[in-house]
Structures are given as C-alpha cells and as structure tokens.
C-alpha cells in the first residue's frame, strides 16, 4: 500500500478496477472491510440541540457574547477589579478636605493656590484640594475672613448664597437663615435668592431671609472678630447668645424674649465684660449654673 | 452567498434553518476532536452566538462558524477519549444470530475496533469519523479543517492503515 490515498479512496468508492482487484487481493483487505462495515453500526452523537438554538436566539444582538472559556472569565474578572479600584480611589482622591473651627476657637489655614482662610468659632468649610486651582470653590457654614491669591474665579457657597470673588478680602457670615459679607479689599460678587449684589471696598451686605434691607459701609480693614471684637447690627438676642456660645464655648439659658434689636461690640476675649454688656442693654441677671450660665429678665 | 440570505440570517426562521443544517456538523467535528461533550456544545454555541449576534457583518456565515470554532483557544482543557455511539438497533440485529461464537466474536472485533480508534491522532479521527459518522465529503472535511483535499485523504489513509494494524496485530 504504498499510494498514501488508496483507503481513502476505496471508502470513496473511487477506486480503478485494477487498483480495487489488487486490494481484494491483499492479505489486509478482510479487516479493512469489516472495519468499513463496523463504522455503518456507528451513531452520529447527539446532544439537546433545541435548548442550544433557544439560548442562541435569546442572545440579543447587540450583548457580549456569551464567554465560556475560563481564561476570559478571569481576565473579566480582571478588568473588572481594576474598574473598580480605579473608581474607588478616584472617589478618595476626590474626597472633600473639611476644616473646623470648634466652639472657643478659630482656625486658621492656607488653600492650595495660598489664599488664606480664617474661621470663626463653631464654622465648617469644605473644598477639593485636588482639584482646586481648576475650581476654586469652598462651602462654608458659619463665618470666616478670606484673603483670596489673584487667580480665577473663587466662590464661597453658603446655604444662603453664594460669594463670588476674583481676589480679594472679604468676610463671610452664614448664620442661620441670615448671610453676612463684608468686602475689605477689593470687588465682591454677592448672589442670594437670586439678587445679586457688587460689594466694593468698605461696603457689607445683610440678607435675612434672603431679603435685604440695601448696603452699608464700614470703616473696619479687617473683621473685628480676627481681634476679638464681637460687632453686632441689628441682631436679635438669641443670635447674639448664639455667637457668644460659639465664642466662648460655653451654654447660656435665658427665658428672656425681647424684641428689641442689638447693634454693638462685645469682646470676644472677656466673658464678664460680654455678660455685663447684654445684661445692661436687655435688663438681666446672670446665675452661673451647672452647664453654664442663666439670664433671665429683672 | 447572495445578499438576501446575508440579511435573511438575522431573523429567527433563516437562522433557525442555518443552525439545524450545520449544527451537528460543527459540534461532532468539536466532539470527534476534543472527546468533551461539554465543550463540544459550548465552542459550537459560542460560534453560533457570534453568528447571530454579529449577522450584519457576516458574509460567510459557514466559513464564519468554523473559523470562530477552530479558533477557540482550549489549552485548559484535558482531552478526552471520543466514545463511539453504536446504534441502538445493532443490538437487535445481534440477536437475529443465535450463534452465542459469533456474538461473542462480534463483541470482541467490537473492542478492537474502539481501541483502534482510540489510538488514532486527533488529525486522523477527526477526519476520519466526520467522513464515516457525519458524513462528510472530503472536499467538506477539507473546508472545515482548513486544508487540502489531498491532506484530509492522506490522513483517512493513515487512519485506516493504523486501525487495519492495531487490529490484525491482536488477532
């Protein structure tokens, strides 16, 4: 059998005559024919081909195709895991720096383009420091003095409004449902309930409520409270017993009501003399008590 | 391949009647190669798959299967003995003979024969067992595996030559 197609083509049936009368012939050919008969007792296999045509024609067109080798299910996995520790870092990296001033004390710090932030007693301010040159953008709750570097645009959101600067001096004041700012250097862009005020050198701003009663100026160059001055204009008592606890981080009671609008200094470095000062003006009484201190009316 | 029928094998009916000519053509090739049923359904689905979700861009939907089936890398896979369905039937024709000899020879002629195949290389039963179980002419074989008509010959020689041995060798 030196033709290395002869069985090949037997089984074909295509053999010449002389060449199937010399297989016939050959020692071999009666196990090759009944190895040629045994493959006709043989099946073709089957399999359950109507549930593999249902999951193909429920593959739809536009899905990943359906991936069964176990290489690609880990390189999958693979990917997947890197996606997922990309976005968890990506959600630290873009994690907010939050500054506080506690009860007592100010706080003093340096943004990343070297403007310069104080906060007042009992404040919080929130910015993004990787992203800060691009976004010059920080929330404050409570109040604090900026010294803004020259640069783009630089915005202070309060709940009340927000401040928009390009550089400047300027003081923030979210109390509550009222929004002070005075500018001390430069122009400062103030907008609130959807007015919007240019604040110029020496000119503040009060919105109670979001209404304001108009501008006024002031002689200060910085905020009384960097030197521990606690300047009050038109506040009413329990904001100004607010401020103190802040201050001074103490408890102050009162069941004294007045309707009676406070405008003044108070010192911000001498309780007694804060006390004595507001206790004149509205007629109280001071008792130390447990937590703190009483007032109460005359 | 007209471009009707390239559109036609996106919907269901002309996919349907594409996959039920082809289909068991293409997962036995895989079986006779790999001797894993299970993998023999996945890579012929997986191909399918590709198939009909990619039928738009599809030209040649039968070189299409068979290229994404041949492809299909399988280095984890450990191979398996291909195990030979016999007709149910034969069985019945063996009890036509009484003759408990010739039974037992048949049996034992049949033991050989499983052996014999066994010990082919996956080239020579693959070609061999689409020819003779599926079917397939050599010039289809040939198309499938990607060669010559000449090779697949030459191999289902080699086949034949090696199980005609193995055979005559235990007698």
């Not at chain 1, 593999?52 to 895991?81: C, H, Q």
Request: proline letters at 3%; one cysteine or more; glycine letters at 6%.
């Amino acid at each position: 059998m030196e033709n290395n197609t002869l069985l090949a083509r037997w089984m074909a049936s295509e053999l010449s005559e002389s060449e199937l009368r010399e297989l016939k012939n050959s020692p071999e050919y009666p196990t090759l024919q009944r190895i040629k008969k045994q493959f006709t007792l043989l099946e073709s296999p089957r399999t359950n081909d109507a549930g593999i045509l249902e999951e193909i024609l429920n593959t739809p067109k536009s899905a990943a195709k359906k991936a069964i080798p176990l290489y690609r299910k880990t390189w999958f996995a693979a990917a997947a895991m890197v996606v997922i520790l990309f976005g968890i870092g990506l959600f630290f990296y873009n994690q907010p720096e939050q500054l506080t001033a506690a009860y007592g004390k100010t706080y003093a710090f340096a943004l990343p383009d070297q403007s310069q932030v104080l906060l007042n007693a009992g404040s919080k301010a929130r910015y993004k420091s990787k992203s800060w040159v691009n976004n010059r953008d920080i929330e404050l709750d409570g109040e604090a003095y900026f010294k803004v570097a020259k640069g783009k645009k630089f915005t202070v959101s309060t709940p009340s409004g927000k401040v928009a600067v390009m550089g400047t001096q300027f003081n923030v004041r979210s109390r509550g449902k009222r929004l002070d700012v005075v500018c001390y250097e430069g122009k400062v862009s103030v907008n609130c309930n959807n007015q919007s005020v240019i604040l110029s050198r020496g000119q503040k701003i009060t919105f109670n409520n979001g209404v304001t009663s108009g501008m006024t100026t002031t002689k200060a160059i910085v905020p009384e409270w960097t030197h521990a001055q606690l300047v009050f204009e038109n506040e009413n008592l329990a904001a100004v017993l607010k401020e103190l606890e802040r201050q001074y981080d103490i408890v102050l009671k009162t069941n004294a009501t007045s309707a009676q609008l406070f405008s003044g200094s108070i010192p911000g470095d001498n309780l007694d003399a804060a006390l004595k000062i507001l206790c004149a003006t509205y007629h109280l009484k001071v008792e130390k008590i447990d937590s703190g201190f009483s007032l109460s009316p005359i | 391949m007209g471009n009707t029928e390239l559109q036609g094998i996106c919907t269901e009916p002309v996919f349907t009647k594409f996959f039920k000519k082809h289909f068991y053509a293409l997962r036995n090739y895989l079986y006779f190669k790999f001797g894993n049923d299970d993998l023999a359904d996945d890579i012929a689905q997986e191909a399918f798959v590709k198939l009909w979700v990619n039928c738009i861009e599809v030209q040649h939907p039968k070189a299409f299967l068979y290229r994404v089936a041949n492809n299909a890398t399988l280095n984890q896979i450990a191979y398996q003995k291909v195990v030979l369905k016999y007709a149910e039937n034969h069985q019945q024709n063996q009890l036509d003979y009484a003759d408990p000899g010739f039974l037992m020879e048949e049996e034992e002629f049949r033991k050989k024969f499983d052996a014999a195949i066994a010990s082919l290389t996956e080239a020579q039963r693959t070609a061999l067992l689409l020819n003779r179980i599926e079917g397939k002419k050599y010039r289809e074989i040939a198309e499938m595996l990607g060669i010559s008509m000449k090779a697949v010959e030459k191999r289902i020689h080699g086949a034949l030559v090696h199980m005609r041995e193995q055979i005559d060798h235990f007698r």
